[in-house]
């Protein structure tokens, strides 16, 4: 939320050669609820996307509806953090994407928290769409990931109840599952740093 978007250098060539935002959404192309991210109701993409080495993984700037990838992750990976941010674009555009840098510490941590979830949910949804056409990438990748056990939730629930799916029952399951482990503190922590760096009334 407190990066500068100046800071991104421009595109350059140095990332794998057959990467381009191209590729990466053909690599999704199957998945309707990456096209529904990806695309505005018109046709024109959500938003704009680079890539960008300095970037740790991704980053979305929500007043320039820019969104930065690092091109040395692989293809799901990056995969994964394209839809993390799509979620966020989304959100924006609908005007319900909320800095959790503006209200105060508990409530920002909270808020955090539940973006984290929000947007992890979104891209597991994605990957078990690809799944289900025998495109198992992204599938792989996440089950291998730290969240992984978020992961199995959501396929529990919608192996056991294909309704659960459309109902929301199984993004819910999985939503409710990344609550419960570690991760919260990571993120907490991470949260909390940014408040520090943007709080300047004591010093």
Not at 97 to 125: G, H, T, W, Y
Not at 135 to 161: K, L
Request: charged share 25%.
């Amino acid at each position: 939320w407190n990066m500068d978007h100046d800071i991104v250098s421009e595109p350059f060539d140095r990332y794998q050669p057959d990467l381009n935002i191209e590729n990466l959404f053909d690599f999704l192309k199957e998945s309707q609820t990456a096209q529904s991210l990806i695309y505005e109701a018109g046709g024109n993409a959500r938003a704009e996307i680079h890539f960008d080495d300095q970037t740790p993984i991704s980053q979305f700037f929500p007043e320039k509806n820019i969104i930065v990838l690092n091109p040395d992750r692989p293809m799901p990976e990056l995969a994964c953090v394209l839809i993390k941010e799509l979620r966020r674009a989304w959100q924006m555009e609908k005007g319900t994407l909320l800095n959790p840098l503006k209200f105060s510490p508990d409530e920002a941590i909270l808020l955090n928290r539940a973006q984290q979830a929000d947007s992890l949910m979104v891209s597991i949804r994605v990957a078990w769409e690809l799944k289900l056409l025998g495109q198992n990438d992204m599938w792989n990748f996440m089950i291998g990931a730290p969240f992984a056990d978020v992961t199995r939730t959501f396929e529990i629930h919608a192996r056991n109840d294909f309704r659960s799916l459309n109902d929301g029952r199984a993004g819910r399951a999985a939503y409710d599952k990344w609550f419960e482990d570690q991760r919260t503190k990571i993120h907490d922590k991470r949260i909390i740093h940014q408040m520090l760096l943007e709080d300047t009334n004591y010093l």
